[in-house]
Structure formats: C-alpha cells, structure tokens
C-alpha cells in the first residue's frame, strides 16, 4: 500500500475509462433524440423509444431472441457439462488430442460457420443435394429457429466445456473414489456427484450462454434472414436501411434496450464467479487421477463427440472449402467439372478485398500486440494497488462486456462524428483496431490478471527491499514473470481479431475494410464465391495462430 | 549496523486491531526473535518495519535515520529503507541465475561491474555456495534457496537485516542444521537482525533477546534463558517449553508461595499472579522438571501410570494424578509399582 498519488496510474484509469464510457454515453444521448445528432434540429425527445416500442417486427425480434437464447442454453449447458466430465475424467479414447479441438468452434467467426452452413446444408448446399439424390427430397430445413437454435446451442457448447472443466480439474479425485468405492458406475457418479459439486461453474457458463444468446448476430443474419427470422442485432442492422434517411436515434434505442439486458446479465456473472471460486474447496491432492471407466459407454461417448465436432466444424467448414473451389454450384452440377482456384485469383481483382485482409492480418498481429500492449499498462497500473480507483477500473472494464461487438462499432462511429479532432481518424484503421480493443477489453484483462495472479507478491516485495523503486520493481522482476503470459495473449487476441466480425461492420469504408466485415457486407450482396474465398483465408489465418499456440503450449482461455 | 527504535506501533488491518501500541528496542548487532502464535501480529510488525506497509500510528528510528512517524508524516517506502529481508518462501526470482539474484541490489546501488562479481562471489562463498552461481533457483534444493536468500539480503550490507520464518520452509532434520548454521552466520557477519518465528526453540536458539507478542502486544521480552526460565505470565509459562498444568483454587498464600489445591491433592509452588486465596488458579510446570519418585515425597502426589509412549530417545509416560493428567519424561521402560509424582516448589508457576 502506498500513500503517495500515483499519478501514472490514475492517467491509466482515466483514458481508459474514456475509451470505455465514450461510447456508451454517445449511445444513450442518441437514444433520447429525435433526430440523428448531427442534425441541428435534434432536439431531446423519446419518440425514438415510443416508435421502436410500438414496433411489431421489435416485438417479434425480442421474443425470437428470448427464445433462442433460452433454448440453445437448454441445448449447450447439459452437452457442455457432459463433454467436460468426459474429457477431464473418463478414459474416453482420444481425450488428450480432442481437448484443444473441442475449443475449436470459439475460435471460428460466427459468420464463416454460418455461411458453411448455407453451402453444406442448405436448399441447395452439396450435402442437401447429395442427399436428395439418395433420398428424394431434401432431408433438413436449416432456415427454421429449430435450427437455428441447434446450431447456435452447438457452437456455445465450448463455453461450458470451459468453465466446468476448469471446475473439475480443481475437484479432488477423491470424491469420486468414494463414489465408486461405494458402488456407483462412470454415469451415476457424473449426475450425482462431479457435476453436481460444479453447479457453480455450470450455473456461471448457463448465464454465459444466454448472455451471448441476447446478442447473436452473424448466425442470425446469415441463418434467419431467408426465413424471416430476425432477432435484436439484426433489427438493430436493418434499422440502418429502413426508413431511407439514417435512423440513428432508432438504432440508438435498439442498443440501449440490448445493453439494458446485458448488464444485469454481465453483473449475474460477476457475482456467480465469486460465488464459483468460493466453491472450490476440495482442491485435489496431488495424487495422479486414474480417469473412470465408461465401460460400453466408451465408444458410444466417442461417437456423440465426433458427431458434435462433425456436425459443428467439419460440416460447415467443408462446406465453405468445397464453395471457395467450385465456380459454380447447384442442382445438376458435377463437383469435378466446377473446380476452380479462380475465386481466389478474384479477390486480387479488388484493392479493397486485397487491403481487407493486409489490414486484418495489420489489426491482428500489430494491433493484436498493441492492445495486449494496452491491457499490460492498465493490468500493471492497477496490480496490487488498494485503492478505490482500482475499484472503479474493476468496473468500466465491465462495460464492454455488455456491448455487443456491432453497437459497439456503432457507437464508435458515432464517436468519430461526434467529436470533431476525432474525425479525421474515422477513415484509418486506428478506429476499427481502438473498437476491437474495447470491445475485448475485458477478456484481454482477464488475461493479464490471471498472467498477474501467478506472481507471488514476495516476488516484488524482494526487489522493493533491495532498493528497487516502483518502476525497477515493475521492470525488472513482474514484467519478465509474465512475459510467457504476455506472449500466450497476444496469439489469443491475434486469433479474436481476425475472427472478429461484427464490431469492423458500421466501421467499413475504405481504408477500414477487415475480412469480418467485408464478409458481412458482400454477403448482403450475393457475392458467395468471394465470400466463400474470404472465408477460407480467415479460417486459414485462425488456424495458422492456432497452430503457434499449441505448439507453445499456450492455454486456450484465461 | 545501527540502533532501530520502533515505539508505540499501532495497526489495523480490516477492522482488526493487529498491532496495540508495540515497542521495543533493538540494540547494534542484537539478534531479537519476535515470537508468537499465528495471529499475534508478528509478521506484520516485520512488514511494518521493512516499509511494505505502513502502521496507523507510532515511530520508527533506524540509527539517525526516521523511518516513519505518524506525528510528521514521514513515510520512508521500503526501496530507501536500505534492509535485508529473507523471505519465508525465500521469493528468488525464478528468471535470474543465482549471481543475478544476489547481484541484483549491488546493481541497483550502481556498483561497478567487477566490483560486484568480485563481492557477489565472496558472499556465495561465505553462505557455502561456490560454484552454484550459474543455477536458476529451481535447480537449488530448499537449504541452498535459503542460502541464496539470506546472500541476497545481506550482500549490500544492510543496516538491519529481517528474517520471516526463516527456517520454517525446511524439513526437520533440515532445519537442525540451519539453525546451527543460520546462528553461527549472523554471529560471524556481526549484524543486527530482527526474526519473526513461531517456534519457541529456534527463537531461543538463534536470538540474543526475545519478544514475545500475543494479540497484538507484548507479553513479555527477555533473554532465552530469562524467558524460559522466568516466564512472567500462564501465556509465556504455557507457549515455552512442554508443560504439565494443573487447575484449583489458592487454599493458602505466604510471602512469594501459595498452596494450590483440588479435589484430593494439594500442592505448593510459586505465585505468579495476584490471585488470592479461594480464587481459582491454574499450576504450570515444565515436563523436565516433574520428577517420578517411588515413595511418598515432598510436593508429591501419588498417581496411576495410564499409558505409556515409547519414542526413541526416551518414554512418555501418561499419569491420573488426583484427576489431574500428568506427562512426564523417563530414560526407561515403566515398571509396575506405586508411583509418586514430585513438583518442586520453585518450578512450580501459579497463575
């Protein structure tokens, strides 16, 4: 503890609380406008909120969300539990390889697996045709909420594989011999003991899953749009197109109704990781743990496993492959005379294809570096620093949590026309990497401060005695300490900002252009060979820095 | 070396009241052992001295030098306090060698380069670790981490030198020998020291005064010898030493004596405390002191031998003394006879 002001690490709070509320303010001063900002008629009003309110597709957006978001944490919580009690505890075959890769659907743009989705499985896609050719008609309808809902709760599965694994890892093994010692089978001991001892983690990643149900954007936009299905983001992106002249206090309006559902959510999960990590209290010794035998149920865990990895990655990716080489694809269309690498020679035929993924490849390894950079400073201002500013950092650090990606590069848009010495940066790619970096402001903390946690603070203390003044101490001993810490979170932020999709969208222009957002856009427009191109090359790009991170062995999560 | 004078010490932390008002003086070249259970305050006086915290109220002096005082605000943070402190967990960092680990504080007081590999060596000598400079931490066992600790600490020759459990981190045997060897290292190097412990015998063995500190005060400082032998209160007479104690009440007072006595057994010892007669009281008396004798004795009371323990070097033996348990020590294996147990009067503390 020290008395004296610490002026430098004040300033750290100050800028980023800047960055952080900035956007929130503009957001919510909008919303009570009836008239986009810029206008000088606007004038304060809430006929923005009487409209939007009083709007029949934001009530059947609402509810299409609310139930989406309730049905695929119906679908991802149980899967997700199960899969990490199989994973950390059974001698499931393969546990050791499939670990990393049952992460692999978090690292995937959202909109890429959606866009396979369409070209695998959709009315036309290669594994609907090949089915009809088997069966007669086509067997799935991917359009429908089911569906949606399906797939959404698939791809969140990770989310809960996360956090209950960490949970059991920490579980005694103990326990569990008790359990077996007493007589009960792999199954038995699962539902009534492993998982029931983790309902707090698996309570957190259920509030989890409904969270990022609330703010689903690239699946719905890709998945719902020809079945007219249209949830919060997506109204909140038609709304641009609607009414033929900007409709920026509506949009405004849209963010404000998401973001006042987000907090209260993105606040439950505060309070529920407290609770979880009070809960850990059975901490193993340090026997080797002898995975549970399953028995017969083995291979058929096995199957269901491959059956999600497949149904969830294989499909939608092999999808967007097949797609990126074909010229052409549809009913009567023979694979072996369409293949081409001609989509690919395209994308050189537009500068701004071409600038889009050099600037995405700019945001992700310098800009990736950069924000890690930021975190670092913020993470290292507020390290072992008991006062009631670091309080305040615990906080604004939450607030980007419950802005969506696509508000909040909205919302920065809005900051770059409203703040005038600002304005000139809109164009450069300086306003799409400082979106990203607030919008992964929290997760890129979490990093630093997990990285931070390991230190132990004799470690300073030392260096402090010796005679290092603060700054040395910070140099010379807690910077080396988690320099691997560092080095692991800038690959994982490297591999969120060229997955990032939705935040790069109301910031596209040129100059600005990501592959996200161009995906985005050209999908709108039915340029699915360039689509399906780009897609390659982003997943491509993820995979190569996922490839660097197990090879280094970096933990996929915080 | 200097004189470090740490008067009226106070310290909350979260609603606690850790430390009530602590003084005490700590003279050139004196080694002083702060004492007590866990929760009696004692590392967080050490912190308060190092400068790793900082006290609500009181004064400390380090030779000409004020350290802190609450009346003139002054706040010395821990980098110019110029002290050595070991670390119970020894807190080497992990990516330096051993010679950077050491070197580190000669470095930062910008001593020149061949000076300080010449004075980094000769004290990795002295600590009994030549040729081990190029070793990560890891690479050490426990004994040569905390050899390198205390190298650390006392290669810029610090004004005080600060020892948090030092020897807490090794096994028992371990420990033996590095009390011998911590002992004889401060006596050799001359410094004054202050070390927190909550073992009586390595307080006792490496210290030239004791402090004894019991929520958040001190109970009592003396010698080793004063303090074991001599204990003011029934929370120094219990916490040294292995101890038989007895409950009753004061059946009769004379001069310094008092007869305490129970429900078949009365007994004569020293009063201690201002009990007074018909009060109830408690008895102490170290194991070693309690003698078994064969027949009726002074002071004695006959017992039932209960159980017996056998541990290597000698018996514990396990007696019903007029409802009363009573250990003691013995060279040989229980016989079956009548026993008497002896309390002699000037070992025997009232409270």
């Not at chain 2, 209160?233 to 101890?243: D, H, K, L, V």
Request: one cysteine or more.
């Amino acid at each position: 503890m020290r008395h004296a002001p610490q002026w430098h690490r004040i300033l750290a709070v100050l800028i980023t609380g800047t960055a952080v509320m900035l956007p929130l303010a503009i957001i919510v001063y909008q919303s009570l406008l009836d008239a986009p900002f810029f206008q000088p008629s606007a004038k304060l009003s809430l006929s923005a909120f009487r409209f939007v309110l009083t709007d029949g597709d934001f009530h059947r957006a609402f509810a299409t969300t609310a139930i989406l978001a309730t049905g695929m944490t119906a679908v991802a919580v149980p899967l997700g539990a199960i899969l990490a009690f199989l994973l950390v505890r059974t001698d499931l075959p393969g546990r050791n390889w499939l670990e990393p890769v049952v992460l692999i659907p978090i690292f995937l743009s959202p909109v890429v697996i959606a866009f396979g989705y369409v070209v695998a499985a959709g009315p036309v896609g290669f594994f609907t045709l090949w089915a009809k050719q088997v069966v007669g008609s086509a067997p799935w309808n991917i359009y429908t909420l089911l569906s949606l809902t399906l797939i959404a709760g698939f791809t969140h599965i990770p989310y809960v594989f996360l956090y209950t694994s960490s949970a059991l890892r920490a579980l005694g093994a103990d326990v569990e011999e008790a359990a077996s010692i007493a007589g009960a089978g792999a199954a038995r001991i699962a539902l009534t003991v492993s998982l029931p001892m983790v309902r707090p983690a698996i309570l957190y990643s259920a509030v989890l899953v409904f969270f990022l149900g609330f703010e689903i954007f690239g699946l719905a936009l890709v998945l719902g749009d020809p079945g007219g299905l249209l949830v919060l983001s997506t109204y909140l992106y038609k709304l641009t197109n609607r009414l033929g002249v900007p409709s920026y206090q509506l949009m405004a309006v849209v963010a404000v109704i998401i973001i006042a559902i987000a907090f209260p959510l993105v606040y439950l999960q505060r309070r529920l990781m407290g609770i979880a990590s009070r809960f850990v209290t059975v901490a193993g010794k340090g026997f080797a743990q002898r995975p549970l035998r399953l028995g017969r149920l083995r291979w058929i865990a096995f199957g269901g496993v491959l059956f999600w990895l497949a149904a969830t990655v294989l499909l939608p990716l092999s999808g967007v492959f097949l797609r990126a080489f074909v010229s052409a694809w549809g009913e009567g269309v023979r694979l072996t005379e369409v293949l081409t690498l001609e989509n690919f020679r395209e994308l050189s035929d537009y500068p701004n294809l071409v600038r889009g993924i050099t600037n995405t490849l700019g945001i992700a390894v310098i800009g990736g570096a950069l924000a890690v950079a930021w975190y670092a400073i913020v993470g290292l201002a507020t390290h072992r620093w008991q006062s009631p500013w670091a309080k305040v950092m615990d906080y604004l650090v939450m607030v980007p949590r419950g802005m969506p990606g696509l508000i909040a590069g909205l919302a920065f848009l809005w900051v770059f026309l409203f703040v005038k010495p600002l304005s000139p940066l809109r164009s450069t790619l300086f306003s799409v990497w400082l979106a990203y970096s607030v919008v992964w402001l929290a997760y890129g903390m979490r990093l630093i401060s997990s990285a931070l946690l390991q230190i132990q603070p004799e470690l300073e203390e030392a260096a402090a005695i010796i005679g290092a003044p603060g700054a040395r101490v910070t140099r010379d001993v807690t910077v080396p300490l988690i320099r691997f810490g560092l080095l692991g979170s800038w690959l994982l932020v490297f591999m969120i900002f060229v997955r990032e999709y939705s935040t790069g969208v109301y910031l596209l222009g040129p100059g600005t252009e990501v592959i996200g957002s161009l995906i985005v856009s050209l999908w709108g427009t039915g340029a699915i060979d360039i689509v399906a191109a780009l897609s390659v090359v982003n997943v491509l790009l993820v995979a190569a820095g996922l490839a660097v991170a197990l090879r280094l062995g970096v933990r996929l999560h915080g | 070396m200097d004189k470090l004078i740490v008067s009226n010490i106070q310290k909350r932390l979260g609603g606690n009241e850790v430390l009530k008002a602590v003084s005490f003086e700590l003279r050139r070249g004196e080694v002083v052992a702060l004492l007590g259970p866990s929760g009696s305050g004692k590392t967080t006086l050490l912190r308060l001295i190092a400068g790793l915290d900082y006290p609500d109220a009181g004064r400390i002096v380090l030779g000409e030098k004020l350290l802190f005082d609450s009346e003139s605000g002054v706040e010395v943070p821990a980098e110019r306090r110029n002290l050595g402190l070991v670390f119970q967990s020894y807190a080497l960092w992990p990516h330096r060698t051993v010679f950077d680990n050491v070197a580190y504080g000669l470095r930062l007081r910008r001593t020149a380069p061949s000076q300080t590999r010449e004075r980094v060596l000769s004290v990795l000598g002295q600590v009994g670790l030549e040729g081990l400079a190029e070793r990560h931490p890891h690479q050490l066992s426990g004994g040569q981490q905390q050899r390198v600790a205390l190298a650390r600490a006392i290669v810029y020759n610090p004004q005080l030198l600060l020892l948090d459990e030092p020897l807490s981190n090794l096994d028992a045997k371990l420990r033996e020998e590095a009390r011998v060897w911590l002992r004889e290292m401060i006596e050799k190097l001359q410094i004054s020291a202050v070390c927190v412990t909550h073992d009586q015998i390595e307080a006792l063995a490496i210290a030239d005064r004791v402090l004894l500190l019991e929520k958040g005060r001190i109970e009592q400082e003396g010698t080793p010898q004063e303090m074991y032998e001599n204990p003011r209160t029934i929370f120094a007479a219990e916490f040294m030493g292995s101890n038989n104690r007895l409950t009753g009440t004061i059946a009769e007072i004379r001069g310094a004596m008092a007869k305490i006595s129970g429900d078949s057994w009365e007994l004569w010892g020293q009063l201690r405390s201002d009990r007074r007669d018909g009060e109830t009281a408690t008895a102490v008396i170290r194991i070693e002191k309690t003698r078994v004798r064969d027949q009726p004795a002074e002071n004695a009371l006959a017992a039932k031998l209960e159980t017996t323990l056998y541990l290597g070097e000698r018996w514990d033996y396990l007696f019903d003394a007029g409802g009363q348990r009573v250990r003691i020590w013995a060279p040989t294996a229980p016989a079956q006879r009548p026993y008497w147990l002896q309390f002699p009067s000037e070992s025997l503390w009232i409270f």
